[in-house]
């Protein structure tokens, strides 16, 4: 039943968007939807960066640097799926606060925006 596993991946990637790894020496210009980019090398990506989830259309650039404050931590999971660690809080703009574990955007209730329905 391969083909019916493939079938539910294809149709839950669409029904349930999740955010992939893609690794790049230097940040593109423009940034696709549902990629976390993770620049640098391989185990070693210095920087995370994403488009906010809410639509906005913002760049999230997120240090991967231990010693910065604020840090972030990126985990890459077998699936190609992203788990990033902590939160991640817009202080500007449109202030969305959400959590991305593999590779879902989970929304904080403190988040600063409009919710489209079915985000909850
Ligand atoms: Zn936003």
Same mark, same amino acid.
């Given at each position: 039943m391969k083909w019916f596993a493939n079938l539910a991946r294809w149709f839950g990637d669409r029904l349930l968007p999740r955010h992939r790894a893609r690794f790049v020496e230097d940040l593109p210009d423009r940034l696709g939807k549902r990629r976390v980019y993770l620049v640098?090398?391989?185990?070693?990506?210095?920087q995370a960066a994403l488009l906010?989830?809410?639509?906005?259309?913002a760049h999230i650039q997120l240090s991967l640097?231990? *010693?910065?404050?604020?840090s972030w931590r990126a985990t890459v999971h077998e699936s190609g799926l992203v788990t990033l660690h902590p939160s991640i809080w817009r202080?500007?703009?449109? *202030?969305a606060h959400f959590f991305v574990r593999q590779g879902r955007i989970i929304w904080a209730r403190d988040s600063g925006i409009t919710l489209p329905a079915g985000h909850h």
């Open positions: 640098g090398e391989e185990g070693a990506a210095w906010c989830p809410c639509g906005c259309a640097v231990e *010693r910065d404050d604020p202080i500007k703009g449109c *202030r």
